[in-house]
């Protein structure tokens, strides 16, 4: 059974920094698979905000570039997304998601990834 779940969220004073986990387990193939991290504001979509691809490429939603580093370590099956600078408007639930194994490249559309974790909650105060 695949699961992946989420840690690291909680509460913070705009200015500040948190770093939110994913654990993957039953992944097969999970040095192999595209990773991203998601979004959701209450009343908004789930947005797309980091990917990190199986040769290591990277890309951020312009808003979140400069503040937020996604990362993964294939030894342990774990997904990172370090966030930095956090602002008001970052408060949501955070997701990581993973895509079939040895797909070409992440893409930014949620329908395309297969797997999803339960999400962590980032509350930022200004």
């Known amino acids: 059974q695949v699961q992946l779940v989420e840690s690291g969220g909680g509460s913070v004073q705009a200015g500040g920094s948190l770093r939110v986990s994913c654990a993957g387990s039953g992944l097969r193939y999970y040095s192999s698979r595209c990773m991203g991290w998601f979004r959701q504001a209450p009343g908004k979509e789930r947005e797309w905000v980091a990917g990190i691809e199986r040769d290591g490429t990277i890309s951020y939603e312009d808003s979140v570039k400069g503040r937020f580093t996604i990362s993964r370590d294939n030894s342990k099956n774990t997904l990172y997304l370090q966030m930095s600078s956090l602002k008001p408007e970052d408060t949501a639930m955070y997701y990581c998601?993973?895509?079939?194994?040895?797909?070409?490249?992440?893409?930014?559309?949620?329908?395309?990834?297969?797997?999803w974790g339960q999400g962590t909650q980032v509350t930022v105060s200004s």
């Open positions: 998601a993973a895509r079939s194994a040895f797909v070409r490249s992440c893409t930014t559309l949620k329908s395309d990834y297969d797997y």
